[in-house]
């Protein structure tokens, strides 16, 4: 069993930046790969970017690569996304997720665990 709870959204401008964090509990995190997804209202949940089991490798959707790097601590069973130079249109709620995988799948229903989720608004 794995619990995640997130941190770290929050109100900020365009080209700001944001650190969000995923901290979780339970003994497979350090086996498992970490995914971070977004959900704005009235769309479907978006896969953002995915970390493997030991940080060697690193996904990004298409939308954020060069401005969002996911980083891992397994010492400290934390997963982190550091979002830079936002914009409007990623305001949505942030949601980390986990499955029982060793590398990183972006498909939403392949995930078995998710946190609660973070508020991220990004005004203009």
């Known amino acids: 069993q794995v619990q995640l709870v997130e941190s770290g959204g929050g109100l900020v401008q365009a080209g700001g930046s944001l650190r969000l964090s995923c901290a979780a509990s339970g003994r497979s995190f350090s086996a498992s790969a970490m995914s971070w997804f977004r959900q704005a209202p009235g769309k479907d949940r978006e896969f953002v970017a995915g970390?493997?089991?030991?940080?060697?490798?690193?996904y990004y959707a298409d939308s954020v690569k060069g401005r969002f790097t996911i980083t891992r601590d397994n010492a400290k069973n934390t997963v982190y996304l550091q979002m830079n130079s936002l914009k409007p249109e990623e305001t949505a709620v942030y949601y980390c997720a986990a499955g029982r995988f060793t590398d990183v799948v972006r498909l939403v229903q392949s995930h078995t665990y998710w946190g609660q989720g973070t508020q991220v608004t990004v005004s203009s």
């Open positions: 970390i493997n089991w030991n940080g060697g490798l690193t």
